[in-house]
């Protein structure tokens, strides 16, 4: 599957940014999608998780509480919400999918990744 991560910006910290994760004409139905993100000079981190029956999600510790990340399969779309930001906000997020995967918080585990979409936040 090819995602294709879009909706980054500048933000105000305190704004609020929405991130998608879409494919071009293929079904995301079935797949675990996690948003990843990653700062200049550190490593790549988990975000959040959203499992492919849309029933669970998982968040980091700072993503927690803030940010929420949701499904529409109709749109094979999933989105990131991210409210109260941050300039420790500040990077670049990837989508990427498993299929019929848990959501894992290790990188390597997903097969499929978008191409990233810099999401910038001023204090």
């Known amino acids: 599957v090819q995602l294709q991560a879009s909706g980054g910006g500048l933000a105000q910290a305190g704004g609020s940014l929405r991130v998608s994760c879409s494919t071009s004409?293929?079904?995301?139905?079935?797949?675990?999608v996690a948003w990843f993100r990653q700062a200049p000079g550190k490593e790549r981190e988990f975000v959040a998780g959203?499992?492919?029956?849309?029933?669970?999600?998982r968040y980091s510790g700072s993503a927690k509480g803030r940010f929420t990340v949701s499904r529409d399969n109709a749109k094979n779309t999933v989105y990131l919400q991210m409210n109260s930001l941050k300039a420790g906000d500040t990077a670049v997020y990837y989508c990427?999918?498993?299929?019929?995967?848990?959501?894992?918080?290790?990188?390597?585990?997903?097969?499929?990744w978008g191409q990233g979409t810099l999401v910038t936040v001023s204090s």
């Open positions: 990427a999918a498993e299929k019929f995967g848990a959501t894992t918080t290790v990188p390597e585990v997903y097969d499929y």
């Open positions: 004409g293929q079904t995301l139905s079935g797949y675990t």
């Open positions: 959203i499992f492919w029956t849309g029933d669970s999600t």
